[in-house]
């Protein structure tokens, strides 16, 4: 189970836990290649669905270098609204501020869940294409098991 900003999400079985490297990631995952990562920033923090959506495209490139455009998917559960984003190309991974490194053949599916009573949740799976198609079903399963916390 995932706790994150007063809302749980129930993991794959197939995915192992990995520790968190900051305060901000809620849960990190290794499924067979691919990563998944829960960020929670606090109430108001992480920006907007819209800005999340630019910044995205900016860190997933087409062939001439250019953002991507994503596929945009939006449903709610209860009171929680789910955005999410899956845009395809060379993913440019690494910490903002430092140098990043370009990973092509990569494909970023990329979540925001607003209405959490802590603040909005930022669920997302990266890797390369194969690996993340693999747990595409799985990781949808993970945004649509969202429930508020006991």
């Not at 993340?132 to 993970?142: C, I, L, M, P």
Request: aromatic residues 8%.
């Amino acid at each position: 189970m995932v706790r994150a900003a007063g809302v749980v999400l129930t993991p794959d079985s197939g995915w192992s836990r990995v520790e968190t490297s900051s305060p901000m990631r809620a849960a990190q995952f290794d499924a067979a290649g691919a990563e998944i990562v829960v960020f929670t920033f606090g109430p108001g923090q992480g920006g907007t669905v819209d800005d999340n959506l630019a910044r995205w495209a900016r860190l997933v490139l087409d062939g001439s270098g250019a953002p991507t455009m994503p596929e945009i998917d939006h449903f709610d559960i209860g009171d929680l609204h789910i955005t999410v984003a899956t845009y395809k190309g060379t993913y440019l991974a690494g910490t903002p501020g430092a140098e990043l490194t370009p990973q092509p053949g990569s494909t970023l599916v990329a979540a925001i869940i607003e209405g959490a009573p802590g603040g909005s949740v930022f669920p997302r799976l990266v890797g390369p294409s194969g690996s993340v198609n693999a747990q595409r079903a799985a990781f949808d399963a993970f945004l649509r098991s969202v429930a508020p916390a006991p």
